[in-house]
């Protein structure tokens, strides 16, 4: 199962900045924060991951609470091709964890 | 660089029919995932490859689904006999043996058992 808690879906308007929440509250030490996205028929797209600070690239930041239960994923000027459903996924930086998924937030980007 | 390839995008046979689906990773990436996404939900680790060698096919129904990586290249996933419910999406990913990070997804195929 899934260790991440995500809201269904979300809704926001173009040129605004999309926070997406996510809830990990059983996260392990080692574990890091990974966010993908996946457009209509189109395979997941990775983001962004963390351990514990923030982090931002060329796609979004990411900031991690101090406790490491939660998290938000910032589109900081979202555009109607953001529309997508956003996974925020747990697991441990090595070849053998495996990615788990759970059902994401859809987020709606409106005109 | 050129992303992961699969082919066919769709195709849509009836129950109890048998079905291949190809996938050519990123150049030079060692470790090769086969995902099913049934609608509505997030993808579902099938089998992961390193190399040619099986690391991970706990979650493979392997009284029908198969799947192969002879020259630890390119992939081929079979089901055989199909069930209806077997209708979904199916993802391959790849990423670098040294990277553990972000995994590289192709477009899918379309499954559609009648």
């Known amino acids: 199962d899934a260790k991440t808690t995500q809201p269904t879906s979300m809704d926001c308007a173009e040129g605004r900045a999309a926070n997406l929440p996510c809830n990990h509250s059983?996260?392990?030490?080692?574990?890091?924060v990974y966010w993908y996205r996946q457009i209509h028929s189109q395979g997941p797209q990775y983001i962004i991951h963390g351990l514990k600070n923030n982090e931002t690239n060329e796609m979004a930041s990411l900031i991690i609470t101090e406790d490491r239960k939660s998290s938000t994923l910032i589109l900081p000027h979202a555009t109607l091709r953001d529309t997508a459903v956003y996974y925020c996924?747990?697991?441990?930086?090595?070849?053998?964890?495996?990615?788990?998924f759970g059902k994401g937030t859809r987020l709606h980007i409106l005109p | 660089e050129a992303g992961v390839a699969q082919s066919p995008r769709y195709k849509i046979i009836e129950k109890r029919q048998s079905v291949a689906f190809w996938c050519n990773p990123i150049?030079?990436?060692?470790?090769l995932y086969w995902y099913q996404q049934i609608l509505g939900q997030g993808p579902k680790l099938l089998i992961q490859?390193?190399?040619?060698?099986?690391?991970?096919d706990s979650q493979l129904p392997k009284d029908r689904f198969s799947a192969e990586r002879l020259k630890g290249v390119d992939s081929t996933l079979k089901i055989q006999p199909a069930k209806l419910e077997d209708s979904a999406v199916y993802l391959c990913a790849s990423n670098q043996d040294r990277t553990y990070n972000e995994q590289f997804f192709g477009p899918g195929t379309r499954l559609t058992v009648l």
């Open positions: 059983t996260i392990s030490g080692n574990e890091y």
């Open positions: 490859f390193q190399n040619n060698g099986v690391v991970d």
């Open positions: 996924i747990v697991r441990v930086a090595n070849r053998d964890d495996k990615i788990i």
């Open positions: 150049s030079g990436h060692a470790t």
